[in-house]
C-alpha cells in the first residue's frame, strides 16, 4: 500500500508520543493489546446490524464511529504508516497487512470527508459507507481466523474490551 496518502492527509489523532524508533512512534502498550484494539475496532466498523442496532440507536457501552475509528490508529498510528510495520508483531502476515490497510483507507477517506464530530447517519449514508464495511469485514473475518475466533459473533462492548485489555 501507498503510505503518501496517509501523510498527506491530516492527523485523525490527537495527543502526543514522547519518542520514536527509526521516525515510528513508540508506545508502551504490549502487542496483543494492539491488535485487539484494531480487531475491535474492525468488527464494529464492518458490521452493518450492529451499527443499526448501537451507533445509530444511541445503545451506550460501544461508543460510536470515531471512537471506533481512533481504536482502528490510535495505537498502531496505521493513519500515517502501512500495516506492514507491524509485520510480526500485531499482524500476522502480508496478507493481513494489506486487508487492514485498505479498510484503513477507505475509512479515513470517509471520516476526512464526513468529519470526526459527525452523526453515525452521516457515515452510514456515505455512498462510500459499504466500501468501507466490506474491507473492514473482510479484514475482520481474516484476523478472527487467524485468532481461532470466530468472526460472526457480535461485536464485545467497550468495557469487555477494557477488561481483556487491561494488564495482568
Given at each position: 500500500?501507498?503510505?503518501?496518502?496517509?501523510?498527506?492527509?491530516?492527523?485523525?489523532?490527537?495527543?502526543?508520543?514522547?519518542?520514536?524508533?527509526?521516525?515510528?512512534?513508540?508506545?508502551?502498550?504490549?502487542?496483543?493489546?494492539?491488535?485487539?484494539?484494531l480487531r475491535s475496532a474492525l468488527h464494529m466498523l464492518s458490521d452493518p446490524a450492529f451499527?443499526?442496532?448501537?451507533?445509530?440507536?444511541?445503545?451506550?457501552?460501544?461508543?460510536?464511529?470515531?471512537?471506533?475509528?481512533?481504536?482502528?490508529?490510535?495505537?498502531?498510528?496505521?493513519?500515517?504508516?502501512?500495516?506492514?510495520?507491524?509485520?510480526?508483531?500485531?499482524?500476522?502476515?502480508?496478507?493481513?497487512?494489506?486487508?487492514?490497510?485498505?479498510?484503513?483507507?477507505?475509512?479515513?477517506?470517509?471520516?476526512?470527508?464526513?468529519?470526526?464530530?459527525?452523526?453515525?447517519?452521516?457515515?452510514?449514508?456515505?455512498?462510500?459507507?459499504?466500501?468501507?464495511?466490506?474491507?473492514?469485514?473482510?479484514?475482520?473475518?481474516?484476523?478472527?481466523?487467524?485468532?481461532?475466533?470466530?468472526?460472526?459473533?457480535?461485536?464485545?462492548?467497550?468495557?469487555?474490551?477494557?477488561?481483556?485489555?487491561?494488564?495482568?
Open positions: 500500500m501507498d503510505s503518501r496518502y496517509r501523510s498527506a492527509r491530516p492527523s485523525s489523532r490527537t495527543g502526543h508520543r514522547s519518542s520514536t524508533m527509526g521516525g515510528m512512534p513508540l508506545n508502551d502498550l504490549p502487542w496483543w493489546r494492539w491488535r485487539a484494539r451499527q443499526q442496532d448501537a451507533w445509530l440507536a444511541g445503545r451506550p457501552g460501544y461508543g460510536d464511529v470515531t471512537d471506533a475509528v481512533y481504536r482502528l490508529v490510535e495505537d498502531t498510528w496505521l493513519d500515517r504508516w502501512p500495516a506492514e510495520k507491524y509485520l510480526g508483531t500485531i499482524l500476522r502476515d502480508p496478507t493481513e497487512a494489506g486487508l487492514v490497510d485498505a479498510a484503513v483507507l477507505r475509512v479515513l477517506r470517509i471520516l476526512h470527508e464526513v468529519g470526526a464530530d459527525a452523526p453515525a447517519a452521516a457515515y452510514l449514508g456515505h455512498p462510500g459507507w459499504p466500501d468501507a464495511v466490506a474491507a473492514a469485514r473482510e479484514a475482520h473475518a481474516y484476523l478472527a481466523a487467524g485468532d481461532g475466533e470466530d468472526p460472526d459473533v457480535p461485536p464485545r462492548s467497550l468495557e469487555v474490551l477494557r477488561i481483556l485489555t487491561r494488564a495482568a
